[in-house]
Structure formats: C-alpha cells, structure tokens
C-alpha cells in the first residue's frame, strides 16, 4: 500500500509560480504512475498531469500546458509540480495519486492512492 503526502502550495499571485512536491510512502507491488489532480470549490475533481515510472512519458490537460511541468527524478516515488504563469482559476486542492496502470490515464478513479492535498490560491 501507497501513501501520498503532498507539500508546497499556498497563496501566490497571478502570473507567479508555486511548486508542489509529493512522495509516496510504502510499499509497492509494481511500478505506478504518479499524477496530480485538483479540485476548486463546487467543481469535480479534475486532470492535472501524470508522469510514467521512468519519467519518460507526461501527460497534461489542456489548461495547463506549457505552464505546469510535473517530473520525477531521483528516487521514483517522489513527483514535483512546477507551476509557472498562475491564473486565478488555478486556484484548488491539489492532489497528489498514484496508478498501477496502464498508460497514463487521465481519470481520477483510475488511481489507487491518494494524498490529503494540499492548497493553492492564486490572487488577481
């Protein structure tokens, strides 16, 4: 069993940056995925990005790309979000999860474990 613990966030300005950090503790039956997914208010939880085992393959929603870069690098259950050019509708619950594949999916009910989230709010 996995266990997401999620840092960074908190209050930044539009057309700012904010990094999120996650590590998963635990044991693992396989290699997973690693992805974030966030949640504002009132709205469904939705698709950030995703990165495979290697760290080869990312994925992104639409919103967000060219802005977030998400990557994991050195030990392979540890993820980071870099977030650049924040917008105001940016601001939610982050989340951090994990999925046993395949593929990177894209769907948050695909993912096994989950982290408590944490917070970002962007001020206009």
């Known amino acids: 069993q996995l266990q997401p613990v999620e840092s960074g966030g908190g209050l930044v300005q539009a057309g700012g940056s904010v990094s999120l950090s996650c590590v998963a503790s635990?044991?693992?039956?396989?290699?997973?995925?690693m992805g974030w997914f966030r949640q504002a208010p009132g709205k469904e939880r939705e698709f950030v990005a995703a990165i495979s085992w290697s760290g080869d393959g990312t994925s992104y929603r639409d919103s967000v790309e060219g802005r977030f870069t998400i990557s994991r690098t050195g030990a392979k259950n540890m993820v980071s979000l870099l977030m650049k050019s924040l917008k105001p509708e940016d601001t939610a619950v982050y989340y951090c999860?994990?999925?046993?594949?395949?593929?990177?999916?894209?769907?948050?009910?695909?993912?096994?474990?989950w982290g408590q989230g944490t917070q970002v709010t962007v001020s206009s």
């Open positions: 635990g044991v693992a039956s396989r290699r997973y995925v």
């Open positions: 999860a994990t999925d046993y594949g395949p593929g990177l999916s894209t769907v948050w009910r695909d993912y096994e474990y």
